[in-house]
């Protein structure tokens, strides 16, 4: 994918209507909202690419205000579906300039694998510097990122089975391209119901290109841990949490 036919509102387009059952599984929900929510404290949270409200809704619960960005409106109609939804104020937009009209937040977090859904170096750089801009004093932007496994593929292809269980199977078909650091996934859903595929594509950076892009963007890596409980990040981690903040 290329920046001239990226479009940011694709990915929840095809995906909202199974974004719930898929993403139900993700272990360390909990987690993550506790560790937003300290890092919280008594402010306020914005989450780029709030989605259905996976770590929204638990924020709210728990008398944390959020506010979101999000590029689809077929993922913001999913989540007005949700008890409290209705209640989140979102901008409708993409998250590497679309600007709400409150600043000040105690933290941006874009989580999972999201910001690599943004195609080039310009638009992470603009995203980082869109998250320095709706910062308060002491601030921290919250990136969880994936590392790209690239030995899980085999002539730059691999299939994956993601979650199965007795009525539903997910496989992720995998292409790699190494010149552009990029994955192209299909996501194949199996059941009663037949097969349905949705696509999108996800362009890497490694956590130090990150922390670069981070620094144009006017912010400065603070910490990284392996996981929301903050276990320490390693060569054997597998995806990481990135704070950042202004220098
Ligand atoms: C993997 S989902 C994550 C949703 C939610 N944050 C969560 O943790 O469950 C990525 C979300 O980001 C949205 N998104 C992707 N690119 C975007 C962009 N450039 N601007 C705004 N939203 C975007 C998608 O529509 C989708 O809702």
């Known amino acids: 994918?290329?920046?001239s036919n990226y479009d940011p509102a694709a990915y929840g387009e095809v995906l909202a209507a199974d974004y719930d059952a898929l993403y139900s599984t993700i272990p360390d929900t909990e987690?993550?909202?506790?560790?937003l929510a300290e890092l919280?404290?008594?402010g306020s949270v914005l989450e780029m690419g709030i989605g259905t409200g996976r770590l929204a809704l638990p924020l709210r619960s728990r008398g944390v205000e959020v506010h979101g960005i999000e590029a689809s409106p077929a993922m913001v109609a999913e989540l007005r579906k949700l008890p409290g939804g209705e209640d989140v104020p979102v901008a409708v937009g993409s998250f590497a300039d679309t600007e709400v009209?409150?600043?000040g937040f105690s933290v941006v977090v874009l989580a999972l694998h999201t910001i690599f859904g943004l195609p080039t170096q310009d638009e992470k750089i603009r995203c980082f510097a869109n998250a320095e801009r709706h910062?308060?004093?002491?601030?921290?932007?919250?990136?969880?990122?994936t590392i790209l496994d690239v030995g899980a593929f085999r002539a730059g292809q691999a299939v994956i089975p993601r979650f199965t269980s007795a009525e539903r199977?997910?496989?992720?078909?995998?292409?790699?391209?190494?010149?552009?650091?990029?994955?192209?996934t299909t996501n194949v859903h199996l059941s009663s119901d037949g097969v349905r595929l949705n696509g999108f594509s996800n362009a890497y950076a490694s956590p130090q290109e990150l922390d670069l892009m981070a620094r144009l963007g006017g912010l400065r890596l603070r910490e990284r841990w392996g996981s929301w409980t903050r276990e320490p990040f390693t060569a054997t981690c597998s995806r990481?949490?990135?704070?950042?903040?202004?220098p």
Request: glycine content about 10%.
């Open 169 to 184: 199977v997910e496989l992720q078909v995998l292409r790699y391209d190494a010149a552009t650091q990029s994955v192209a």
């Open 1 to 3: 994918m290329t920046a």
């Open 240 to 246: 990481h949490v990135s704070v950042y903040a202004r």
């Open 135 to 145: 910062l308060g004093e002491g601030g921290v932007f919250v990136v969880e990122g």
């Open 40 to 42: 919280a404290g008594d």
């Open 31 to 35: 987690e993550a909202v506790s560790c």
């Open 101 to 103: 009209a409150d600043k």
